[in-house]
C-alpha cells in the first residue's frame, strides 16, 4: 500500500497544476470566444434566450473537448496552450461557416431560432470531435 500512496502523492500536484492550467484555458478561451462573437450570448441568456444558451453551450462544450484530449495526451503545458489556442481558432472559424451557410446566425439567436442554435452547437461539438480524436495520441506519427 506504500508504494500507492506515495505515487499518489507524487502525481497529485502534477494532476492538480494540469487540470487547473486546462480549466483556466477553457475559461480564456470561452471569454474570447464570447468577446469575438458578434452576439453577446451571456446578456443574451441572462433574458432567458435559449437559442442563445444552446449556441453557447456548443461553443464551450466545442472548446472543452478538444482541450481535454490535449489534456490527456500532452507532453507539456506549452504543447496544451497551443492545441487550446488552435481548439479556438477552429470554433470561430466553425461560426464563420455556419454563418455564411445559414445568413445572419447572431440575428437568428437573438430570435431565438432553436433550429440555427442547435445547428451551431452541434457542427461546434462535431468539429471538435473530429480535432480531439486527431490529437488523441501524438506519439502515433501517422504521416
Known sequence: MGGEIGAFVEAFPRFLI???SAGVLLI???????LLTPWKEMALVR?????AGVAL????????????????????LFDL???GVIALILQLIVYRLVDLLLGDVPKRIENEEMGAAI????TKISSALILAAGLWDPALQRF
Open 18 to 20: 494540469w487540470s487547473a
Open 28 to 34: 480564456i478561451a470561452s471569454t474570447i470566444y464570447v
Open 47 to 51: 433574458q432567458g434566450n435559449t437559442a
Open 57 to 76: 453551450a456548443g461553443a464551450i462544450g466545442g472548446l472543452a473537448i478538444p482541450i481535454s484530449s490535449t489534456l490527456a495526451s500532452s507532453v507539456s
Open 81 to 83: 496552450l497551443i492545441w
Open 119 to 122: 445547428f451551431l452547437a452541434g
